[in-house]
């Protein structure tokens, strides 16, 4: 048996800072992006091939994530011509646009270049049947973008060109029994297994540990945590993912809408200003 580390990285358009958010001017389809500090992909993956890590990279652009605004950028909020996520081609522009870029920059870390990216993801948790026309204009641009390693949708609708991965507690219940029916002669890929998140103790937050009296969503034993693990691989997974192993949004001293974390020195993480869809929203790390 081999081993390998499987490494999932979000590349949110909006990386990584408020003031250095990357810009563009609308109208002119002059897009500015910025490879800075934490924002420096090609340095991450330099190291991930230096030190044997496989990389799953979820461009997006729309990742999620418990990340403000799902990783896109509030300039989109001010092109009247957009719509999110959906076959409308304001939207597809920008969003065919930057995927170009990353995997312009990607292309020598690619598998099928002797690099640690093995598996690409376009989109993210997109709803099944919401928008067909959409999600086939998403596997078109896999095709047309050619990077030669497998393409995954997770949680949600896929288009043919995909492979279709599930998120979730336990993928080999919940997931695994009906895949061969619905994704005929496609891999079992399990991109997010979430333990959820940690609770450090705080000034607004008491400290909370693993209780095995109150099962939940974000209550998971180590020992459960590996028992579906291996039911997964039992059942024929091939792929599998923590979901976070690092929670980025922590370094960012910025936290999704209806979360609230906190530091181990329990210096809490708050909202100082918020307004609606996210136009401004200043984070501020009391300490």
């Not at 729309?62 to 001010?78: I, Q, R």
């Not at 709803?127 to 999600?135: A, F, Q």
């Not at 492979?163 to 997931?175: F, L, V, W």
């Amino acid at each position: 048996m081999s081993l390998c580390f499987l490494f999932l990285q979000y590349i949110p358009i909006k990386y990584r800072t408020f003031s250095d958010e990357p810009s563009y001017e609308i109208g002119s389809n002059n897009h500015v992006y910025n490879y800075i500090g934490r924002a420096n992909l090609t340095q991450f993956l330099e190291t991930a091939k230096t030190v044997g890590m496989f990389i799953n990279l979820r461009i997006g652009p729309y990742v999620c994530a418990e990340y403000f605004w799902g990783g896109l950028p509030t300039w989109l909020l001010y092109d009247d011509n957009v719509l999110l996520r959906w076959n409308n081609t304001a939207w597809e522009n920008h969003m065919k646009t930057f995927m170009q870029e990353i995997v312009r920059v990607s292309t020598p870390y690619l598998a099928s270049k002797g690099g640690p990216i093995i598996l690409a993801q376009i989109e993210n948790e997109y709803p099944h049947n919401k928008n067909p026309s959409y999600i086939a204009w998403c596997g078109k641009v896999t095709t047309e973008l050619n990077i030669d390693i497998p393409w995954v949708m997770c949680n949600g609708d896929s288009a043919v060109e995909t492979i279709n991965t599930c998120n979730g507690n336990d993928c080999y219940d919940k997931y695994l029994p009906t895949h061969n029916t619905d994704y005929p002669g496609q891999p079992l890929g399990w991109t997010e297994d979430e333990g959820w998140y940690n609770y450090w103790g705080s000034a607004t937050t008491p400290s909370k540990e693993y209780d095995p009296d109150s099962p939940g969503y974000a209550n998971r034993s180590p020992e459960e945590m590996a028992f579906v693990i291996a039911k997964w691989f039992g059942g024929g997974g091939c792929h599998h993912n923590y979901y976070m192993f690092v929670q980025f949004y922590i370094y960012y001293r910025c936290t999704y809408e209806i979360y609230r974390g906190s530091f181990f020195c329990e210096k809490v993480l708050w909202r100082q200003s918020y307004r609606k869809y996210g136009r401004i929203i200043d984070c501020k790390l009391v300490c």
